[in-house]
């Protein structure tokens, strides 16, 4: 099989490399590539010789339609697609739900961090940075938690200092039937 050239995350022209090291190089089904005989940038799914390298992938439709064609005698050089979609999104986990409930428990203001970057991780997912969505989930994750865990502490303080005295206003001006 011939080398070919492809589009990668950052939509930059990439390659050549090999098919037994698409993997390595995050070539997916819907990535687009190229090499000499091919007459414009194609899915790697929709090349003859590789579309049973990607017969288990599901294939992401890539806005093709919008892309100029290259003849086939083109040479390497010339420009690449500026629309290229190289990646099908991920599912990674944005942790949100966790990130409300630390912004909304106690009103702390830590879960608006938490909420930031948890909004961020399907903007990443979808633009095909799996790395960075995984990375903006974690820190949801941790800001959560920790917004979490100076409420609570927060909670004991007011208990163990205010408590007391809460109990003994109640138990003076009202009576309690037990």
Do not use: C
């Not at 995350?9 to 698409?22: L, R, T």
């Not at 819907?30 to 194609?42: A, Q």
């Not at 739900?97 to 990443?124: E, Q, R």
């Amino acid at each position: 099989m011939q080398d070919y050239f492809y589009v990668d995350q950052d939509q930059q022209q990439a390659g050549p490399v090999s098919p037994e090291h698409f993997v390595e190089a995050g070539v997916t089904a819907s990535t687009l590539v190229w090499r000499k005989g091919l007459d414009e940038w194609t899915p790697a799914a929709e090349v003859e010789e590789l579309a049973p390298l990607f017969a288990t992938e599901s294939i992401v439709e890539a806005p093709v339609a919008s892309l100029a064609s290259r003849p086939a005698n083109a040479a390497f050089s010339q420009p690449m697609p500026a629309q290229a979609v190289s990646t099908a999104p991920a599912g990674v986990s944005s942790n949100l739900w966790l990130a409300v409930l630390s912004a909304l428990f106690m009103l702390n203001p830590l879960g608006i961090v938490a909420v930031h970057h948890a909004a961020k991780v399907d903007f990443y997912n979808l633009s095909g940075n799996t790395q960075e969505a995984v990375r903006r989930s974690h820190l949801a994750m941790g800001w959560s938690v920790v917004a979490l865990l100076v409420s609570v502490v927060w909670l004991l303080f007011l208990v163990s200092t205010f408590g007391s005295t809460v109990v003994s206003y109640f138990a003076e001006n009202y009576e309690f039937v037990f």
